[in-house]
């Protein structure tokens, strides 16, 4: 046979020893998973999971003292984080420990003694599905992901250049020094949104947490998808916040403001994580376009063009339903290589710390934060994308339509533009004379 | 008259079923969406001994969720024992359900079966355990010590 594998070293190898299932075609020894699963080893790793995922705490704590394999599947970590999350009664309560296992006993026993030893490490287990989150936690990230930089950088654009050279013909740019006066680069770190949050809570992953709890899973954590704070709710929680940035010139139209803040569907969020948290391929909802402003931290931003699908993504005709089934790690990992070699090419860079990227509307876009990375993003609509989203919000299907109440979803289109005739009439001529608006 | 689905098991077996059926199953929709209903459609990963269970599980909901007098023909209750008494097979047969009920993707019965075996492992000793699903203890004497210690908690 060919050369040994090299030996994992020591800082990827999964704390129970669990395998990857392709060690086992050159293992020697005894399979443990399939012998040790008696009658259940009918059972894929994939089902096996969504059974223990009913399980309650004590039934898994009595399932890891049945075997070695039991002993495996029951610490995956992905059990403990569900149930701690989806705990009502732990809601608030929880503050996180080294592991979501350690976090979930401390939050609904706390005055119970927890014996406490170096995790076993079993022989002979092999499972993808336990194996390949660990490895994607801690594969290092390779140099080649990293180092196509297409995406075009400008500095010192003006507002009708980009207009003309970016956001009608719907490019991606990098825009520099455009944020150079934000208080935001200034202030925001961990200490002051501590601060400015006190008393409040944030939406991890959309579970509510205090932000000092959140930061310090973000420093533990050994999660393939760490929880990513993403707040909609950020302004009016924290004003000082809304205070230490502004809404760069090139975007400053936002047309759906005519709505008001109570009408007008989400439109602003603050972006927090740790590396390798992120946002997996999406687009962005009501044919809307966006700006993303890096204010601590790096991105590494992969793009396709809207009619491109992504490799490794798959998308219901319609568009409704998206499914990237990876982890953003899985996806580099299993995808990146077959992406640079595809008819159509992505477009890529980092965005750094106090860079702003222009996400025009219905481009695929997924973002991996290579450091602690703190963002502001907020979607707009301007005259160059008015007429798509009257006819996105036109088109009838309530249920595509979202960041607003269901019940409003209907009426949005009619409400945005009777707001629009009121309150800015030319541009609302200009969305039944688009064609004039985009001819030379 | 209602449209008839031919399905076709992985040992050759023929099943025609009434399209409302045939169709709670997404993969037989979306399959048959590209095939027409003319030809049978092939589903090499079901025997005909699972198939004929699914399609008798199908069968039952259609029928449970049909309105007579603006009711439901069966109540909540009603569906639910039915429900409890399909599933009392054996082992390999459940396991062989799952596989089905998510290769054929019907997921009121995937989340049926699924609750069916983490029933059977709920409230269990760890012997318990092993015995229901004929698991060998391959922990040491030491390594059953210490895993023990470390999930006392959860004898308590």
Redesign the interface.
């Known amino acids: 046979m060919g050369s040994p594998k090299a030996p994992v070293s020591q800082a990827t190898q999964h704390p129970h020893n669990v395998q990857p299932w392709g060690n086992y075609l050159f293992a020697q020894g005894k399979d443990t998973r399939n012998a040790g699963l008696g009658r259940l080893r009918a059972l894929d790793d994939e089902f096996l999971m969504q059974v223990l995922a009913l399980l309650p705490a004590e039934t898994l704590g009595r399932l890891a003292c049945v075997n070695r394999a039991f002993y495996c599947f029951s610490n995956h970590e992905d059990l403990w984080r569900a149930l701690t999350l989806e705990a009502p009664e732990l809601e608030g309560k929880w503050r996180f420990k080294n592991t979501w296992q350690q976090t979930y006993l401390k939050a609904s026993l706390p005055i119970h003694n927890f014996h406490r030893k170096h995790p076993l490490r079993v022989q002979g287990f092999y499972s993808d599905l336990l194996y390949q989150p660990w490895h994607c936690t801690t594969v290092p990230l390779h140099s080649s992901w990293l180092k196509r930089d297409t995406i075009d950088r400008r500095t010192g654009l003006s507002v009708e250049d980009f207009k003309q050279q970016y956001e009608l013909p719907n490019k991606p740019v990098i825009l520099q020094n455009t944020i150079d006066d934000w208080p935001a680069l200034l202030n925001w770190n961990s200490k002051y949104l501590k601060k400015v949050f006190k008393g409040n809570t944030i939406l991890a992953g959309d579970y509510p947490m205090g932000f000092d709890n959140f930061l310090a899973y973000s420093q533990r954590s050994r999660d393939e998808m760490p929880l990513y704070l993403f707040d909609k709710h950020f302004a009016s929680k924290a004003p000082q916040l809304a205070a230490d940035y502004k809404v760069p010139k090139y975007f400053d139209e936002d047309l759906f403001s005519v709505l008001g803040e109570a009408g007008r569907p989400d439109f602003r969020w603050l972006i927090m994580g740790p590396p390798r948290s992120g946002s997996t391929f999406h687009k962005d909802p009501n044919a809307t376009s966006a700006w993303n402003a890096v204010v601590t931290g790096s991105k590494k931003w992969i793009m396709y063009p809207p009619s491109a699908l992504p490799p490794g993504v798959h998308a219901s005709d319609d568009g409704a339903d998206v499914a990237c089934p990876v982890s953003l790690i899985e996806w580099f990992l299993n995808f990146y290589k077959e992406s640079q070699k595809g008819p159509v090419q992505p477009l890529e860079g980092i965005c750094r710390a106090g860079e702003v990227l222009f996400v025009p509307r219905g481009w695929w876009h997924m973002a991996l934060n290579l450091e602690e990375s703190i963002a502001v993003t907020q979607n707009y609509v301007s005259s160059a994308n008015l007429q798509h989203v009257v006819d996105f919000l036109k088109g009838g299907r309530a249920e595509l339509v979202s960041g607003c109440p269901f019940e409003q979803r209907g009426r949005l289109h009619d409400a945005f533009l009777s707001a629009l005739q009121q309150q800015r009439p030319q541009v609302h001529c200009l969305s039944s004379c688009a064609e004039l608006l985009l001819s030379p | 008259m209602a449209d008839k689905v031919k399905l076709r098991s992985s040992d050759q077996q023929m099943f025609e079923v009434e399209e409302e059926v045939a169709f709670q199953s997404l993969t037989v929709k979306n399959m048959s969406e590209d095939t027409g209903l003319d030809a049978p459609i092939p589903l090499p990963n079901v025997s005909s001994k699972i198939l004929a269970k699914v399609i008798e599980y199908c069968k039952y909901h259609v029928d449970a969720e049909k309105k007579a007098d603006d009711k439901p023909s069966k109540t909540e209750e009603e569906i639910k024992t039915w429900d409890t008494d399909f599933v009392k097979v054996d ?2 047969t459940l ?2 359900l ?2 089905a009920a ?1 290769y054929l993707n019907i997921k009121s019965l ?1 989340d049926l079966t ?2 069916t ?2 029933n059977m ?6 012997e318990e ?2 015995k229901t ?7 040491t004497p030491e ?2 010590e ?10 308590e």
């Open positions: 082992q390999s396991f062989e799952i596989l998510n995937l699924c609750l075996v983490a492992i709920k409230g269990k000793t760890p355990i092993r699903f004929n698991i060998v203890n391959d922990f390594e059953e210490e895993v023990r210690k470390e999930n006392q908690w959860a004898f």
